[in-house]
T-cell receptor
Framework: AQKITQTQPGMFVQEKEAVTLDCTYD???????LFWYKQPSSGEMIFLIY??????QNATEGRYSLNFQKARKSANLVISASQLGDSAMYFC????????????FGSGTRLQVQP | DGGITQSPKYLFRKEGQNVTLSCEQN?????MYWYRQDPGQGLRLIYY???????QKGDIAEGYSVSREKKESFPLTVTSAQKNPTAFYLC??????????FGQGTRLTVV
């Protein structure tokens, strides 16, 4: 079984500052992938960043980076230089590379960027 | 354009009525998924299919049914057995090592 835990229901950040959204996971799969998605109020799911469990380096995509600590089973998302358009729900998800390969999602964090 | 199309965008269901949500993709992905999202919550897996003519129950399959007769299509039927169907439904596709691609979603309301 896989489980994703996001312990921050809501977060506030000032525009242009960096923010870290927490994510911890649990799985018995030896190989897996970790994902972050953004969901604005429109409801669409926007893929942000991916980290493979065997990747040696932390993933980065523009202003997004993933702080992957395998021993701690954490995959925190860091957003640098926050913008007003970053206000949305953020979901951490994972998928094992064996067995059921569907994504398992956390409960999400609502980020609000303040001017 | 390649992508995933869900229809309708909004759907209203009467008590005791079955309704079917459409999901079509032209990304040539083998795997397709249906998720349910309740307000302020994460996505929960209803059903998934990793190949044509095969599908498996997810975590909350009771009251739902699916079919996968074509690679491009994975319709979801919300049956009268689903006692609390009001939710946002998202269809997704993907391959083993790529991210999941999502449709725009269907908002189902019981009236």
């Amino acid at each position: 079984a896989q489980k994703i835990t996001q312990t921050q229901p809501g977060m506030f950040v000032q525009e242009k500052e960096a923010v870290t959204l927490d994510c911890t996971y649990d799985t018995s799969d030896p190989s897996y992938g970790l994902f972050w998605y953004k969901q604005p109020s429109s409801g669409e799911m926007i893929f942000l960043i991916y980290q493979g469990s065997y990747d040696q380096q932390n993933a980065t995509e523009g202003r997004y980076s993933l702080n992957f600590q395998k021993a701690r089973k954490s995959a925190n998302l860091v957003i640098s230089a926050s913008q007003l358009g970053d206000s949305a729900m953020y979901f951490c998800a994972m998928r094992g590379h064996t067995g059921r390969r569907a994504l398992t999602f956390g409960s999400g964090t609502r980020l609000q960027v303040q001017p | 354009d390649g992508g995933i199309t869900q229809s309708p965008k909004y759907l209203f269901r009467k008590e005791g009525q079955n309704v079917t949500l459409s999901c079509e993709q032209n990304l040539n992905h083998d795997a397709m998924y249906w998720y349910r999202q309740d307000p302020g919550q994460g996505l929960r897996l209803i059903y998934y299919s990793q190949i044509v003519n095969d599908f498996q129950k997810g975590d909350i399959a009771e009251g739902y049914s699916v079919s996968r007769e074509k690679k491009e299509s994975f319709p979801l039927t919300v049956t009268s057995a689903q006692k609390n169907p009001t939710a946002f439904y998202l269809c997704a596709t993907g391959d083993q090592y790529t991210e999941a691609f999502f449709g725009q979603g269907t908002r189902l309301t019981v009236v």
